[in-house]
């Protein structure tokens, strides 16, 4: 049953790196923030279009591996109409299940993730996008990298 899981997971996981959701530019975005993820060479935009404190819309662009692609679809997708403090407890919910593969409250989708804690190495590609997210919501300037910080 658990390989039927996931394999499931690995689906979506494929399923949203091939045809990446809310993949384009966003000329109307009100933040967006570079990720980069120098272990892996991930790279990507991340755009938000806020409305007040909710999350009007999210798109983003770049290149990298699979996992870093898939996580940057499912994130744009899941965080559309949450507020900013929301979208902040996403972000600590999947980090903590990214890293121990516990997951904390309702996630959605974003539970396909929670196996990527068994690849230590695929962890910041996965967890990448949304250090972006959090960097566009704070209007960091400066690029969000993966190795500004430990986990
Ligand atoms: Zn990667």
């Known amino acids: 049953m658990f390989d039927d899981l996931n394999d499931l997971y ?5 399923d949203h790196c091939k045809q990446p959701r809310n993949f384009h530019e966003m000329p ?3 933040c967006s923030a570079q990720g980069f993820n120098p272990l892996c060479g991930d790279n990507l935009k ?5 409305d007040g404190d909710v999350i009007k819309d999210a798109s983003f662009v770049g290149s990298g591996c699979c996992i870093s692609k898939a996580s940057a679809s499912l994130l744009t997708d ?3 109409g949450k507020t900013k403090v929301e979208a902040e407890k996403t972000f600590e919910q999947v ?3 990214i890293t121990t593969g516990t997951v ?4 959605g989708k974003l ?3 929670a196996g990527v804690h068994k690849y230590p190495a695929r962890v910041k ?4 996008s949304w250090h972006a997210l959090i960097g566009a919501l704070k209007g960091e300037a400066k690029p969000v990298s993966t190795e500004s910080e430990s986990n």
């Open 111 to 113: 539970a396909v993730f």
């Open 78 to 80: 899941y965080v559309k």
């Open 10 to 14: 690995q689906q979506v996981i494929l």
């Open 95 to 97: 980090r903590d299940m």
């Open 46 to 50: 991340l755009f938000l279009q806020m």
């Open 28 to 30: 109307a975005a009100t």
């Open 125 to 128: 590609c996965a967890i990448l």
């Open 104 to 107: 904390n409250g309702d996630v």
